[in-house]
């Protein structure tokens, strides 16, 4: 009960929201460096780097949560087709897209996209798998969105619009939409911190087998450049682990909204890692960024009153 409470508060889901989207937002920067700092080129090297980096981050989440329930996490049979699901569409098939996309596009235009992913996320919802009501304030969200995502690639956010690096990105947000609706589906019966830690995992080794058999290598020491990769594990491991435990007391709405720091963070942190400042502070990149952050509050403001 005290732990409930706790995670209830309004200061601490405030600084543990935060917390969780500030560590999403250091995403795409931080994958742009890893490649960098591990002299990365190429599609099966990027994918061998991705799988490295989910197959830790699965490793902590079943090693988080262990600690948090005192015991250990072990699948079992009625989880395997919820691991196998979601290891498909949210890891491997996200991720595919998503290191492929980051590497033939900005950090700053990989941040403002993933913006994308909650408005996205009802569409997929409401018109696919018919969860949830698209209503008058969701629909001017997404449709805020999509014109912040137009803005950024007409008005100079970036020269052109490429679908192997913008495009791939948008698909990454579809795949992971698809898999936030299938996690609704398995978690009604099912641990959903178990099944994240699991998939993970699952999708991690997947892509990196797959990047491995298409003569992928990655040459690693201790360096700057396995902390990043340490840091991209955490991200996934801590911010998920923490964002399941505040879902889990409040109302969705009360925690979604938080994801409009997500791509705020992105961009910034894009400037200073990536020294994409120019970028990241033309009007249009500002303003793509204000209207995929106004989206996303519409999107899950409405949800408060549904």
């Not at 996205?120 to 696919?128: F, G, K, P, R, T």
């Amino acid at each position: 009960m005290e732990k409930r409470e706790f995670f209830k508060q309004p200061l601490h889901v405030f600084l543990l929201a935060v917390l969780c989207c500030t560590l999403w937002g250091s995403a795409a920067p931080f994958i742009k460096w890893g490649y960098k700092l591990f002299n990365i080129e190429g599609v099966p090297s990027i994918l061998m780097f991705a799988g490295i980096r989910f197959t830790l981050a699965g490793f902590l989440v079943i090693l988080f949560a262990s600690f948090l329930q005192k015991k250990v996490l072990v699948a079992k049979k009625e989880n395997i087709q919820g691991i196998c699901t979601l290891a498909l569409f949210q890891t491997a098939g996200q991720y595919f897209f998503y290191y492929i996309g980051l590497s033939h596009t900005s950090g700053v235009n990989g941040s403002i996209i993933s913006g994308t992913s909650a408005f996205i996320s009802l569409l997929v919802a409401s018109l696919i798998f018919h969860y949830e009501k698209i209503t008058a304030r969701k629909a001017l969200g997404c449709f805020i969105g999509f014109l912040g995502i137009l803005f950024m690639n007409v008005s100079g956010a970036s020269v052109s619009f490429s679908f192997v690096g913008e495009g791939f990105v948008l698909m990454s947000q579809f795949c992971g939409s698809i898999s936030a609706a299938f996690i609704k589906k398995f978690t009604q019966n099912q641990n959903a911190v178990l099944l994240s830690g699991y998939q993970f995992s699952l999708g991690g080794i997947l892509l990196a087998i797959t990047g491995y058999l298409m003569g992928g290598h990655i040459t690693f020491g201790f360096n700057l450049g396995l902390l990043v990769l340490i840091h991209l594990a955490l991200v996934s491991a801590i911010a998920y682990t923490i964002w399941g435990l505040l879902l889990s007391v409040n109302p969705v709405s009360k925690i979604g909204v938080y994801m409009c720091v997500t791509p705020i963070i992105g961009v910034i942190l894009s400037s200073v890692v990536l020294h994409e400042s120019n970028q990241a502070f033309q009007l249009s990149s500002l303003i793509a960024l204000l209207l995929v952050s106004l989206s996303v509050f519409l999107v899950n403001k409405e949800t408060q009153t549904d």
